[in-house]
């Protein structure tokens, strides 16, 4: 009894004593997933305007985005022209693409994963694997840094030996307070830094506050990135799992 009273005792002085103390510490791999599911919600439907600078050239598409949890995942191409129609869905772990001009569905098969998607900076696997971040890795706290003015959470992840990823580590720093994923980088095997993802300009979205602006820079191609902007998003919105189907690819607008 004595020695309850006193553990009981001296936590009420660590509280008191130091009110910003967290007694029951989150490990990384759960504020890793809070980040997920603050940027994803229950479901979502999203206005998206990607722009890809190229050292010559830059062109901008604008997209329809629905999600469901972790598992479903489908884009509509609005616009430019000659890109309008396009769709990829996610649907667990495979990837199919919707091309209206040939009348042609294509599943994207594993060789395929780490091309570029839509010839932006962005791979086919960073769309199917950016909800795996929590269980196709093992996770470790490197520290805290400020970003965008931010405090934020280093965490490190490193993929398990059966998981199936292109990077070889990933490094994310995400906020202390919001869970917000202010920035990513992406190493190849040999833990060359590849990719920096870059986050900025919070807003509000529905009922949350989140980043709406993303930039991907391919850190060893001078003048080259692709930015996603987001336009419109709208959280726990009803959407059946069945909305994701090969039917639905061909009549969704």
């Not at 667990?92 to 209206?100: F, G, K, Q, R």
């Not at 059966?162 to 990513?184: A, C, D, H, L, T």
């Not at 529905?206 to 987001?230: A, C, E, H, Y």
């Amino acid at each position: 009894m004595k020695v309850k009273f006193a553990l009981t005792l001296m936590t009420c002085f660590m509280i008191i004593a130091f009110p910003n103390i967290q007694i029951h510490a989150q490990t990384a791999v759960q504020i890793v997933q809070k980040s997920i599911d603050l940027l994803n919600g229950k479901s979502s439907q999203a206005t998206i305007q990607m722009t890809i600078v190229r050292p010559k050239y830059a062109r901008s598409l604008e997209m329809k985005t629905w999600s469901s949890g972790n598992d479903y995942f489908m884009v509509y191409i609005t616009s430019p022209a000659q890109e309008k129609g396009q769709v990829f869905m996610k649907r667990e772990t495979d990837m199919w693409n919707w091309i209206p001009k040939i009348s042609r569905m294509i599943k994207i098969p594993p060789s395929m994963m780490s091309q570029s998607w839509m010839g932006s900076d962005f791979t086919n696997n960073d769309l199917v694997k950016v909800n795996s971040l929590a269980v196709d890795y093992t996770h470790s706290m490197l520290g805290e840094e400020e970003i965008e003015g931010y405090d934020c959470y280093k965490i490190e992840l490193i993929p398990t030996l059966e998981s199936p990823v292109v990077w070889g580590k990933v490094n994310m720093w995400i906020s202390k307070e919001e869970y917000f994923q202010m920035r990513m980088e992406y190493y190849d095997e040999d833990m060359e830094l590849v990719n920096l993802m870059e986050a900025s300009d919070v807003k509000q979205f529905g009922d949350r506050m989140l980043p709406s602006k993303m930039v991907m820079i391919p850190v060893k191609k001078d003048g080259q990135q692709t930015m996603m902007v987001t336009l419109e998003q709208s959280f726990d919105v009803a959407i059946d799992s069945e909305f994701f189907s090969q039917q639905n690819m061909k009549r969704v607008r």
